[in-house]
């Protein structure tokens, strides 16, 4: 049969023609649930502060996809036994790995829905695709939740050195132009192997571990952690605060999205679980809904609410200011006095309340590497596998491996910390 007709190409900047094999892969790429993937960007409100990071959720599917192509192959060349089945059902799962995602990525996960997770949402997706697809994704799901006897399959799928955020470092690397995060991908999926049920990785490819977890850490620096990106989050999140906070004094706000009408006016819970209800109104909801409200919003008579969407139609973000050690309850609140006069000077509510709009404190946090938990294995010809922070020639990264806290300060432009 001619090729032609066995698979479908996609051209992409990042790894070139990506082949997709018609059927049932093809057919859930298709499926109106993974289009909405095209509609949320990766990197969420790091487009804001990077031009080019206008990438999907769909885009990273396409190439995790493809990033599993080539393991799977490699690992076949490696007398690793994966049947068919198998195989289509490793495509599957990391196809929809992240169809759960909502609006703006990871921005809004603890918004919309309380006790959530985008986790949940994708099983629950995966179950409705499997009921409609008559069983064929019993394997993916079995992979995804990782039930599948053969454990190497989902640690392909979820682990510290997983398709996904191979994917994702180089993909978003090289969206944001932040080269630091390029990662020799070709060179860690050549050298991955299966010992003992588990994927470990060939001594010959320790360097490019290295520079994996050097990578990670720096996109968290660099890109995921942004100062402006986590005051940008701040804004939206702001944002939805005080919507809730009106709607629940009986203010009579337009809402234009009725997928986030749902979430917004019922407020539910993934506690129980995701309902039919709640998935069927989820999988209508994209960045537009959010884009398209916030210009809405930003007419309304609430003076803060407008505000505050003016601030995020024009860019006219917060300053984040990271602080030494977390800060004391004085200094808490004297920076809310001082955002109370700044408020008052522009003829906007100026209460407490109001100033917590504009005024957060956190930590942010990164981890490049849980090896304490579950680390990554390197084959060692004599001694088995080890864990990569016990193999030799990597001591020097131990210190890369341990969590970076920052306390921080998202606040007006006008306000000095230091004054």
């Known amino acids: 049969m001619d090729k032609s007709t066995q698979y479908k190409l996609f051209n992409d900047p990042v790894h070139g023609f990506i082949t997709v094999p018609k059927g049932i892969v093809l057919n859930l790429i298709d ?23 206008e990438h999907s959720r769909f885009a990273h599917a396409i190439g995790s996809l493809e990033l599993m192509q080539r393991v799977l192959n490699n690992l076949r060349e490696k007398d690793t036994t994966i049947s068919p089945r198998e195989y289509e059902g490793a495509l599957i799962a990391i196809i929809l790995h992240d169809i759960g995602h909502g609006p703006l990525s990871h921005t809004l996960e603890n918004t919309l829905i309380k006790d ?25 799901l079995e992979i995804f939740t990782n039930q599948h006897p053969k454990a190497f399959l989902h640690q392909l799928i979820s682990s510290q050195l997983d398709i996904d955020r191979l994917d994702y470092l180089k ?38 571990i290295e520079n994996y977890i050097l990578a990670r850490r720096l996109m968290y620096m660099q ?30 706000l337009f809402l234009p ?55 995020f139609l024009n860019r006219t973000l917060g300053r984040t200011s990271f602080l030494k050690t977390d ?28 100033a917590s709009y504009y005024l957060h404190f956190d930590r942010s946090y990164s981890e490049a590497y849980q090896y304490e938990e579950e680390g990554i294995w390197i084959l060692e010809s ?35 910390l230091h004054d």
């Open 31 to 53: 499926h109106a649930y993974m289009q909405r993937l095209r509609r949320i960007r990766q990197l969420g409100m790091g487009y804001l502060v990077f031009p080019g990071a």
């Open 116 to 140: 959530f997770s985008h986790e949940l949402m994708t099983r629950a997706i995966m179950e409705r695709l499997n009921k409609e697809f008559e069983g064929k994704l019993d394997t993916a």
């Open 171 to 208: 993909r978003d690397s090289f969206y944001t132009g932040v080269y630091e995060g390029s990662v020799g991908i070709d060179r860690i999926l050549k050298t991955m192997r299966v010992h003992n049920g588990h994927v470990v990785i060939e001594k010959k490819g320790i360097y490019a």
């Open 223 to 252: 890109v995921y952690l942004h100062k402006t990106v986590i005051s940008a989050d701040h804004l939206l999140n702001s944002i939805f605060k005080r919507v809730r906070i009106l709607l629940d004094s009986g203010y009579d």
């Open 257 to 311: 999205s009725p997928s986030l009408r749902y979430f917004l006016t019922e407020q539910p819970s993934a506690r129980q679980g995701i309902s039919s209800e709640m998935l069927d109104y989820y999988v209508h909801l994209d960045d537009n809904d959010v884009f398209l409200s916030i210009k809405y919003w930003k007419h309304e008579e609430d003076p803060i609410l407008s505000d505050l969407c003016e601030r």
């Open 327 to 354: 800060p004391s309850d004085g200094f808490k609140d004297e920076m809310t006095r001082k955002t109370m006069q700044a408020l008052k000077a522009r003829n906007l509510p100026h209460d407490r309340n109001a």
């Open 382 to 416: 004599d001694a088995g596998a080890v864990e990569f922070s016990k193999a030799a020639d990597t001591k020097n990264v131990i210190a890369l491996t341990e969590p970076v806290v920052k306390p921080f300060c998202v606040h007006l432009k006008s306000i000095d």
